[in-house]
């Protein structure tokens, strides 16, 4: 059974059971990854974590080599990633802390490289109809379920450029179009692992109610404390999902590249 990725903070790294094996570096063709990737076993599976912003926290969202990352992944033999993400909730009724199981994007990213298709490989233009894998996500529910852990099921998450967080303007319309939740990094992470072939499923945690949704002023120390405040959760959640895995794939992600080349 090959590895399982997991992209989120270095707060998960301490599940029950888990042993932590080795560090490893990795080069890319595209660059350096945010980190070293932390290989680990949880009854007899290799699990392998990277920190998307560095283990220090100081690569902010637009500045993420995300082909790097997700390149290393698969260098390291993962076939299924498991992407973890703070998000400012959009839609009524989302709070903070609430964890929320993605099922659609909207990009808004402007700057990032998002292929690893730029011509030299030839023409590539993957179905991304579904953005996440659905075997994934009927495990995700499951293991929710199982470990008591409430999910919401569905979302459709906009991946905005940053650093700066948005207008409320800009929520409004975002939440017009259709958009529950609002994040930084959600894109191109999520289509450069279709591009590989590798199955993804987003997990995101409402950290704060997005621009304009409450009268608050927005701050990245209540994102920081309600992600801490929901690690406990969350670790068990994976825990859960680490172990519900199948060993073989039944979805459309394993074959992303078929017919998909001009
Ligand atoms: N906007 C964008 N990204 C975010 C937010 C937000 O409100 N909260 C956490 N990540």
Do not use: W
């Not at 283990?55 to 390291?76: C, E, Q, T, V, W």
């Not at 579904?130 to 409430?150: S, T």
């Not at 591009?195 to 920081?224: D, F, P, Q, R």
């Not at 992600?227 to 999902?241: N, Q």
């Amino acid at each position: 059974m090959s590895a399982i990725g997991v992209i989120g903070g270095s707060g998960l790294y301490n599940i029950e059971g888990l042993t932590l094996k080795r560090k490893k570096a990795v080069r890319t063709p595209f660059g350096r990854p945010s980190d070293h990737y932390t290989i680990a076993e949880l009854r007899g599976r290799e699990i392998i974590f990277l920190p998307r912003h560095g283990s220090d926290h100081s690569i902010p969202p637009h500045m993420i080599n995300y082909r790097a990352n997700i390149y290393g992944f698969k260098r390291l033999g993962v076939e299924r990633i498991i992407s973890i993400s703070a998000v400012g909730g959009i839609k009524k009724g989302l709070r903070p802390g609430d964890i929320v199981l993605l099922d659609q994007i909207i990009d808004m990213t402007r700057t990032r490289r998002s292929t690893f298709y730029d011509g030299r490989q030839g023409v590539v233009h993957i179905d991304f109809t579904e953005p996440y894998c659905p075997e994934m996500r009927r495990v995700i529910l499951e293991a929710g379920r199982k470990a008591g852990v409430r999910i919401k099921n569905g979302g459709t998450y906009v991946a905005v450029e940053g650093p700066r967080l948005e207008t409320a303007a800009e929520i409004k319309a975002f939440g017009m179009l259709g958009a529950d939740v609002v994040g930084m990094t959600g894109m191109p992470e999520t289509s450069l692992a279709r591009e590989l072939e590798i199955c993804i499923a987003g997990i995101s945690v409402v950290a704060n109610y997005a621009a304009g949704i409450s009268k608050k002023k927005l701050t990245t120390t209540e994102v920081m404390e309600v992600m801490s405040a929901t690690t406990e959760r969350l670790k068990r959640l994976l825990s859960g999902v680490l172990e519900s895995i199948p060993p073989e794939r039944h979805c459309p992600c394993k074959e992303a590249l078929k017919d998909a080349r001009i």
